[in-house]
Structure formats: C-alpha cells, structure tokens
C-alpha cells in the first residue's frame, strides 16, 4: 500500500555535522510538510511544499535549515551545521491538494535525530 | 488565531472501560477538524475527520467524536478501549495562513490502557 517513506529512521551525529533526512511522498501528492516533534514544542511546521515550490518555511531556522525538493519523489532537510537543540523526531507528511480545506496528511515513521 | 488544546495531557484507564479525550479549539470561521493517533515509535495516523453534515463522526478502530459548535469542543471518545489502543492522541485545526491550509495541532493526550 502507498505510504510516506523516510530515511534514515535514527540519526546519531556529532554537533556541527552536516544532517540530511529523505522523505519520499505518496506518489501523486502534490504537498509535502517537514514536521519537528519534540516533549516540549509537540508538532511544529517546519516548511510546506506544494508542486515542488516552497510555499512556507517560516518554521525554519534559516541560518542552518534548508529544504528542498530536486524532484516529485524526493524532498530533503538539511541540517548545517547541527546543534544538539536540533535533537528531535522529524516527520515529512504529504498529502493532495484538492477540496479547500480536505486536508488530511499522510505522515511517514519519521527520523529521530540525535546530536552530540 | 486558531489554537487547539487538548485538556489532558495523560489519560489512564482499563482496558474495556469507555474513555474521552478532550479537545478545545478556537477560532473565528468555519472549522476543519482532526485526530491523529500517533504508536510509539511511529507517525501520525488519522483516526477521524469532520468537515461538514453530521456532527458525529466516525472513524477507524471503533472511535468516534462529536462536533459542538457552541462549546467550540471536538471530543474523542470509544465505548471499549483495548491494550493496542495505548498511543498519543492529537487533535488538529485545518486553518488557511499564508495563502494555504495548514493543520495546527494541539499538544497531545497520551492514552495508556492497562490490564
């Protein structure tokens, strides 16, 4: 069955190191979102894609965060350099943009990322 | 602005017995709402959504919630709840910001069903 896919599933780096986590969307979407989850923030958009544009990434920190999407099958977050306040689980959802506020998101296992 | 809360952040109860999870929201206009279950070490899952019509709405693995406008509430519930039942429970707000839909989430009910 179709499902979010994302890799890798744990993260262990080193403060400073460069991070970067996959997520390949249900094929056909046309909507990814970055999600950061974390005890004390919960859910947090992190960046929204809508046909491979970057709609919002106000979420991200822009001095080390990036996002982007080479192709409808793949979008990435990159992480340089990292810090151990980046320690999180980071979920990519996709979904299909159809009826105005249908909005259900398919969310992928998530990465859990650990920073040193 | 639109926010959700949820009321508990832990619920423990017994297996079999009936349980609700709360959710508030607010907001202004017409609301889109959600709950997601989220297993451990997995990602979300959406259990329910209402839209519009009825204010009772079913989901998967026997839940349900009712749509209350005047109490501005969307409270989960299930008559008979199992062990597999066990996970953190969030409820989201479909809100339009910057020109697209996006979901708020409220901060999570984590639900433990013992034996």
């Known amino acids: 069955d179709a499902r979010v896919t994302q890799t890798p599933r744990h993260k262990v780096t080193e403060m400073g190191q460069e991070v970067t986590m996959r997520c390949q969307p249900i094929l056909g979407h046309n909507t990814v979102f970055w999600y950061r989850q974390t005890m004390m923030q919960g859910l947090e958009l992190l960046a929204y894609?809508?046909?491979?544009?970057?709609?919002?990434d106000s979420g991200m920190p822009k001095d080390r965060f990036s996002a982007e999407m080479p192709d409808a099958t793949l979008a990435t977050l990159k992480i340089q350099p990292s810090e151990p306040r980046d320690s999180a689980v980071y979920f990519c959802?996709?979904?299909?943009?159809?009826?105005?506020?249908?909005?259900?998101?398919?969310f992928g296992p998530g990465t859990r990322l650990t920073v040193l | 602005a639109q926010s959700v809360t949820q009321l508990d952040s832990q619920v423990p109860v017994f297996e079999e017995a009936p349980v609700e999870l709360r959710c508030n929201y607010s907001?202004?206009?017409?609301?889109?709402l959600f709950w997601y279950v989220q297993y451990p070490n997995q990602g979300l899952q959406l259990l329910l959504k209402?839209?519009?019509?009825?204010?009772l709405v079913k989901g998967i693995n026997g839940f349900e919630a009712e749509f209350n406008k005047s109490q501005t509430s969307f409270h989960l519930r299930k008559p008979s709840v199992h062990i597999s039942d066990t996970a953190e429970y969030f409820c989201a707000v479909s809100v339009i910001s910057g020109g697209y839909n996006k979901l708020i989430f409220g901060a999570g009910t984590r639900l433990a069903v013992h034996p």
């Open positions: 959802a996709s979904g299909l943009r159809g009826r105005a506020m249908d909005n259900e998101q398919f």
């Open positions: 894609f809508r046909n491979r544009a970057p709609l919002d």
């Open positions: 907001s202004s206009v017409s609301v889109y």
């Open positions: 209402y839209l519009s019509g009825s204010t």
